[in-house]
C-alpha cells in the first residue's frame, strides 16, 4: 500500500520564508527617490466665481515662495521638505490647469482677457509652465543625490521673474472681479429701481383708497384701515429699496 505525504509533513518539509533584510540603525537615511516622469494633474472643477479666482491666482505667488524654500531646505539633506515640496508642486500644478481652464466657464470678454493673459503674445503661461518643469527637475535629482548647484542658482536667480508673471495673472483675475462686481451693480440698482417704482404707485393707490374710504363715512372704515397698511408697507419698501442700493455701492467700493 502506497503512502500519501499529510498535507502537514509537506509543509514542514518546505524551507522556511527569506526574512526581509532590517536596514542597519547605523545607516543614514536616503531622502526618496522622485520619479522623473511630470507629476500627474488632477485637475480640480474649475471655479467660475471671480472672487475664488483671484484668491485662487494669489495663493500661486505664496506657493511658488514655499516650494522655493522647501527645495532649498531639501538641498541641504532634509527628506521631509523635499516631500513637502512635492506636495506643494502637485497643488501649484493643479491649480494652474485650474486657472488656465477658467477661460472656457467665463463670459466672452473675461475668457479672452485670460487667454490673453496666459497665452497671448506677452503671455505669461509659458514662463510659469517652465518654472514648473524647473521646478520638478530640480526635484527629481535632489531625491536622486545627484543636484548641480547651478541649477538651483537658476532657480533661485528666477524667482523675481516667476513672481512677476504670477502677479499679472493676478491683476488679470482682480479686473475680471472688479467688472463683475460694477456689472453686479448695475443688474442690482435696475431691480431696486422697478421695486421703488412699484412702491410709488402702491402709495398712491393708498391714498385714493383712503380718499374714497373718507367720502364712504361710516361704510369706508375697514376698507380705510386696509388703506392705511397698504401704505406703511409701500414706505417700509422704499426704504428697503434704498437701503440695498446704499449696500451694494459700499460692496462695489470696497472690493
Not at 20 to 35: D, G, M, N
Request: proline share 7%.
Amino acid at each position: 500500500m502506497s503512502l500519501t505525504r499529510s498535507p502537514v509533513a509537506s509543509h514542514r518539509s518546505s524551507p522556511p520564508p527569506m526574512a526581509a533584510p532590517v536596514p542597519s540603525p547605523s545607516t543614514p537615511a536616503h531622502p526618496p527617490a522622485v520619479s522623473a516622469r511630470p507629476l500627474p494633474i488632477n485637475k480640480p472643477a474649475v471655479a467660475a466665481d471671480p472672487i475664488s479666482l483671484v484668491n485662487m491666482s494669489a495663493r500661486q505667488r505664496m506657493l511658488s515662495q514655499r516650494m522655493l524654500l522647501q527645495t532649498l531646505l531639501a538641498a541641504r539633506g532634509d527628506p521631509t521638505q523635499l516631500q513637502a515640496a512635492l506636495v506643494s508642486l502637485q497643488l501649484f500644478c493643479e491649480s494652474q490647469a485650474c486657472l488656465v481652464a477658467t477661460a472656457d466657464a467665463l463670459d466672452e470678454a473675461s475668457a479672452q482677457h485670460i487667454r490673453a493673459t496666459y497665452s497671448g503674445i506677452a503671455g505669461v503661461g509659458p514662463r510659469i509652465e517652465e518654472f514648473m518643469r524647473c521646478m520638478h527637475s530640480v526635484l527629481r535629482v535632489i531625491g536622486e543625490g545627484d543636484l548641480d548647484p547651478r541649477e538651483l542658482d537658476a532657480l533661485v536667480a528666477d524667482n523675481d521673474t516667476v513672481l512677476a508673471a504670477l502677479n499679472t495673472a493676478t491683476t488679470a483675475f482682480d479686473t475680471i472681479s472688479k467688472g463683475k462686481a460694477v456689472q453686479l451693480m448695475k443688474e442690482l440698482t435696475a431691480i431696486v429701481s422697478d421695486i421703488q417704482i412699484v412702491a410709488r404707485e402702491a402709495k398712491i393707490v393708498s391714498f385714493n383708497a383712503q380718499v374714497i374710504a373718507a367720502r364712504a363715512g361710516q361704510h369706508g372704515r375697514e376698507f380705510a384701515v386696509v388703506a392705511n397698511v397698504l401704505s406703511g408697507i409701500s414706505t417700509e419698501v422704499d426704504g428697503l429699496a434704498r437701503n440695498a442700493i446704499e449696500l451694494a455701492a459700499r460692496t462695489t467700493q470696497s472690493a
